[in-house]
């Protein structure tokens, strides 16, 4: 879209039709949630092509390593990256809820509410169980995330180990091929976005109106106030001292993920946009945004 020769960028798009979409579905109500189908259906595009984005980006980044050693340092440098980052999220959370404490100024009034009753306890050996499938096919069908990164890391292994050096050059360039179409397929679809964060925005505010994010605002306020002292205090210091990337920069060239998030709601959703705003505006290598992203988006 270009205005007066200005090209407008994706994200200042995808912004617009965010409010847009909320101001129509306010002002026209019911109505807007009879389109609302066309957001789910662009939505719905965006969570079929994660699951093949995921196997194909993971095992090109796994085939692409120099050996397994190569592999192993990453893997350990990025699962390391993520349990640090979440328990300092963890804090971050607790405390600027024990500042705010939005439970007491909210108001619930007209809204329903729902007992919660019993647990599940979930053991270590259930976890490390559940990562790995008993049916590749059931597993694409589900959409585990989790179970495909892993698939995707033993098949990428499998490639690896292969003996025959030119079915192993075959097996590359295949996955190599699956992974260009993947990603046009996911350029495609981006240059929707903004009809369909326009519609469902609508749904939404349509759906229910100003009223529901009024008596909760306190509480998306407090969560998206967490949100933002995780990003400054530690996105912004992690780049910065460890790439030199200034963090006004990295917060502006990543704004497209920011506004396609909150638009969505899906972290899984996010994860083709997370991974092209990587590649095109921090030079971050297929490689690596397609293992560690996928990952990240499960773990935290």
Not at 21 to 42: C, D, R, S
Not at 133 to 143: C, E, R
Not at 199 to 207: A, E, I, N, R, Y
Request: contains cysteine; charged residues 10%.
């Amino acid at each position: 879209m270009k205005i007066a020769g200005k090209k407008i960028g994706l994200s200042t798009q995808i912004f617009a039709a965010m409010l847009l979409g909320a101001v129509l579905g306010i002002v026209i109500g019911e109505p807007m949630t009879k389109v609302g189908f066309i957001g789910t259906i662009w939505l719905n595009c965006i969570k079929m092509i994660v699951v093949p984005m995921v196997l194909v980006t993971i095992v090109t980044g796994v085939v692409s390593q120099k050996d397994m050693k190569t592999l192993g340092r990453i893997s350990f440098r990025i699962m390391a990256y993520y349990v640090i980052t979440t328990l300092v999220a963890c804090a971050i959370g607790i405390l600027v809820t024990s500042i705010v404490k939005p439970g007491t100024i909210a108001n619930f009034t007209g809204l329903a509410s729902k007992e919660v009753t019993g647990s599940a306890d979930i053991t270590v050996a259930d976890f490390f169980t559940g990562m790995f499938s008993s049916n590749i096919i059931q597993t694409f069908a589900d959409g585990n995330i989790l179970q495909t990164v892993v698939i995707a890391i033993l098949l990428g292994v499998a490639i690896l180990r292969m003996k025959n050096p030119e079915h192993k050059e075959k097996a590359i360039k295949g996955m190599n091929v699956l992974n260009d179409m993947v990603f046009s397929l996911i350029n495609m679809i981006m240059l929707v976005s903004p009809i369909g964060v326009f519609f469902l925005m609508g749904d939404s505010f349509g759906k229910y109106g100003a009223g529901i994010f009024t008596s909760m605002a306190t509480l998306v306020g407090t969560y998206y106030l967490a949100c933002l002292v995780h990003v400054v205090l530690v996105y912004c210091t992690v780049i910065w001292v460890t790439a030199g990337i200034n963090p006004l920069k990295f917060l502006k060239d990543s704004a497209e993920l920011w506004v396609y998030t909150i638009s969505t709601c899906s972290s899984v959703a996010a994860i083709p946009i997370n991974i092209k705003v990587a590649k095109e505006k921090f030079n971050v290598p297929e490689t690596i945004s397609g293992f560690t992203v996928p990952l990240g988006s499960q773990i935290n």
